[in-house]
T-cell receptor, first 112, second 113 residues
Framework: DSGVTQTPKHLITATGQRVTLRCSPRSGDLSVYWYQQSLDQGLQFLIHYYNGEERAKGNILERFSAQQFPDLHSELNLSSLELGDSALYFC???????????FGPGTRLTVL | SQQGEEDPQALSIQEGENATMNCSYKTSINNLQWYRQNSGRGLVHLILIRSNEREKHSGRLRVTLDTSKKSSSLLITASRAADTASYFCATGYSGGSNYKLTFGKGTLLTVNP
């Protein structure tokens, strides 16, 4: 158990809908990273937050957004969902300034 | 685009044998890490090697890094059926205040009992 929690574990929704994925980092970790994993694209970095501030963006679509709250949990919002958004979404946390990332168990999103 | 490229894409061995996976990358790095993922689950950090290190050991794991060839290898000795998983290399790079980890597509290791 990495200490990172993600909810929900599974999410099934329809095209055009909006969903919110939640991540709670390890106690004391200030950085949260979001990744998308699909069979064709592999593990893609989406966005990084540090202590509530956005630090870096990767291959994140404009339909996706994220935020990190004062209690350091983070949410990834996915809107106008398409079939191709079906994937595993992971968050990972680090203390900040550390290199090793601790991954949550992921949320499996299925868009029908 | 992916920074790290693992080779082979899939590897099947017998229990007790050694498994070697390779990773090549294209640009400068601060460190290179290896992660393991059991099917559909979260990634687990295995080992980190810094750009000024050439070899590192952790239990049955041995990692080498050749920055001149921009390549790394992960050796798992005396493999067990429980080692069956996907293994990813990830290159770490710090630019300013940002640290970015870029993953390859992974090697699927199957250890047959």
């Amino acid at each position: 158990d990495s200490g990172v929690t993600q909810t929900p574990k599974h999410l099934i929704t329809a095209t055009g809908q909006r969903v919110t994925l939640r991540c709670s980092p390890r106690s004391g970790d200030l950085s949260v990273y979001w990744y998308q994993q699909s069979l064709d694209q592999g593990l893609q970095f989406l966005i990084h937050y540090y202590n509530g501030e956005e630090r870096a963006k990767g291959n994140i679509l404009e339909r996706f957004s994220a935020q990190q709250f004062p209690d350091l949990h983070s949410e990834l919002n996915l809107s106008s969902l398409e079939l191709g958004d079906s994937a595993l979404y992971f968050c990972a946390s680090t203390p900040g300034g550390a290199d090793t990332q601790y991954f949550g168990p992921g949320t499996r999103l299925t868009v029908l | 685009s992916q920074q790290g490229e693992e080779d082979p894409q899939a590897l099947s061995i017998q229990e007790g044998e050694n498994a070697t996976m390779n990773c090549s990358y294209k640009t400068s790095i601060n460190n290179l890490q290896w992660y393991r993922q059991n099917s559909g689950r979260g990634l687990v950090h295995l080992i980190l090697i810094r750009s000024n290190e050439r070899e590192k050991h952790s239990g049955r794991l041995r990692v080498t890094l050749d920055t001149s060839k921009k390549s790394s290898s992960l050796l798992i000795t005396a493999s067990r059926a429980a080692d069956t998983a996907s293994y990813f290399c990830a290159t770490g790079y710090s630019g300013g205040s940002n640290y970015k980890l870029t993953f390859g597509k992974g090697t699927l290791l199957t250890v047959n009992p």
